[in-house]
């Protein structure tokens, strides 16, 4: 595994995770167990590749406070260079975070490895990216194609996300759009999709047929359809 992910040299790498469902303690304790043997070899290896605690765990680990105290203690229990959170909830797959108790639970546990040094980042989670770095997480990930916005608890179970879509950023939302909902929503309500950012401005500059296309056909301009979101 190891000849594989650092092959090309990478920055840093995340260590094997297996996924901890509600209760599933042992699953958590093996992945951190891991992140040390992996740790482990690759100092055994003379490798200086930065390695990041890998965790992936059901909503019910943030929302839960008993189960929220036992998964501090255990990413506590040791410094970690950083940590790579995957959250598995019942939500929509390319839907933002929007349960309170899990978020309340993400902002505790952000805070508290924080204060310790250890940043977080939340993997596949772009449709809230800007919401998690409110929260004081490092930083978000997409999942492969950027199409999915939520961890698939078992690697047999069948993905849904449906084909991946091109995307935009509406900060007054806090969410990715696909293109055809932007124009949709610039055409009626044009002020709850203002974009308002040099990102922004940059992307329609290169992309005029968005600030002109009439919305409400469901169809995007070929322009906007070759444009991948960032």
């Known amino acids: 595994m190891l000849d594989s992910v650092t092959a090309d040299e990478p920055d840093a790498i995340v260590s094997p995770y297996f996924y901890a469902a509600e209760n599933e303690q042992s699953w958590l304790t093996e992945s951190v167990a891991c992140a040390g ?10 490798q200086v590749t930065s390695m990041w605690l890998g965790v992936a765990v059901h909503s019910s680990w943030l929302a839960n406070e008993r189960q929220r105290d036992l998964l501090l ?60 770095l409110a929260l004081g997480a490092e930083g978000w990930s997409t999942g492969v194609s950027g199409n999915l916005m939520n961890m698939t608890p078992h690697p047999e179970d069948e993905t849904s996300g449906g084909r991946s879509l091109d995307r935009i950023y509406i900060p ?27 990102q922004a401005a940059a992307l329609l500059d290169g992309n005029p047929a968005l600030r002109t296309f009439g919305g409400g056909h469901g169809v995007s301009p070929p322009a906007a359809r070759s444009m991948r979101s960032r």
Do not use: C, K
């Open 73 to 132: 203690t255990a990413l506590t229990a040791r410094q970690w260079r950083g940590v790579h959170l995957l959250l598995s909830t019942t939500q929509a797959p390319f839907g933002p975070l929007g349960d309170v108790d899990t978020l309340r639970g993400l902002r505790d546990l952000i805070a508290v490895l924080r204060e310790a040094g250890t940043p977080v980042i939340v993997g596949r989670r772009a449709s809230s990216g800007l919401l998690l």
């Open 172 to 198: 007054g939302l806090v969410n990715l759009v696909s293109i055809e909902a932007y124009l949709l929503m610039r055409a009626r309500r044009p002020e709850y999709v203002e974009l308002g950012t040099p």
């Open 37 to 46: 043997l992996t740790e482990a070899l690759l100092t055994q290896r003379g």
